[in-house]
C-alpha cells in the first residue's frame, strides 16, 4: 500500500511538472501542442494558478478510470502505456519518411547532441575517450544532474 501511495506522489508530481510543461512548451514533441487560447479557458488573457490546476486534475482524471479520485497502480500503469503508445505513433508518423510503416535505422531521430556529448568528453581531442575522461565525465554528469553516479567519489576526493 506504501508503493501506491508513493506511485501516486510521482503521478501528482508529474501532473505538476506537465502543467509548467504545458505552459513552458506546449508540449513540444511528446504530446498534443497546446495553445495559449486552450489553457487559457476563461479567455481573460493571463493564465490563472486556477487553470493550471484545473488543467492537472484533468490529466489525473484522465488517469483514474474507475472515478474513485485516487490511482492504483494498474491505472498509472494504463496511462504510461497509452503514454508510450502515443508517443511511439507521433514519432512512427513523423520519421517515416518512406511511408511504409516502419522505422529504419537511417530514419531513427538523432539526439541534437550526439557528437558534441564525444567531444566534450574527449578533452585531450586525442579521437578516444581515456578512462580518466570517462571518470571526469561521469563525475560532473553526477554533480551536475544530482544522479550522485559521481558525488561520492568527488567528496572522497576532496
Do not use: W, Y
Amino acid at each position: 500500500m506504501k508503493h501506491v501511495k508513493f506511485i501516486a506522489l510521482i503521478v501528482a508530481a508529474a501532473g505538476m511538472t506537465a502543467g509548467s510543461a504545458a505552459l513552458a512548451k506546449g508540449f513540444g514533441l511528446h504530446g498534443p501542442k497546446m495553445s495559449f487560447e486552450e489553457i487559457d479557458t476563461d479567455g481573460s488573457g493571463e493564465v490563472t494558478k486556477a487553470e493550471i490546476q484545473a488543467m492537472k486534475d484533468a490529466h489525473f482524471a484522465k488517469a483514474d478510470a474507475n472515478g474513485d479520485g485516487k490511482l492504483t497502480l494498474e491505472e498509472m500503469q494504463a496511462r504510461a502505456r497509452q503514454h508510450a503508445d502515443e508517443r511511439a505513433a507521433n514519432m512512427l508518423e513523423r520519421f517515416d519518411k518512406d511511408g511504409d510503416g516502419a522505422l529504419s535505422k537511417d530514419e531513427m531521430p538523432q539526439p541534437r547532441r550526439a557528437g558534441r556529448m564525444f567531444d566534450r568528453m574527449d578533452a585531450d581531442g586525442s579521437g578516444g575517450i581515456s578512462k580518466a575522461e570517462f571518470e571526469n565525465a561521469r563525475m560532473h554528469r553526477g554533480g551536475m544532474h544530482g544522479h550522485g553516479q559521481g558525488a561520492g567519489k568527488q567528496m572522497e576526493q576532496n
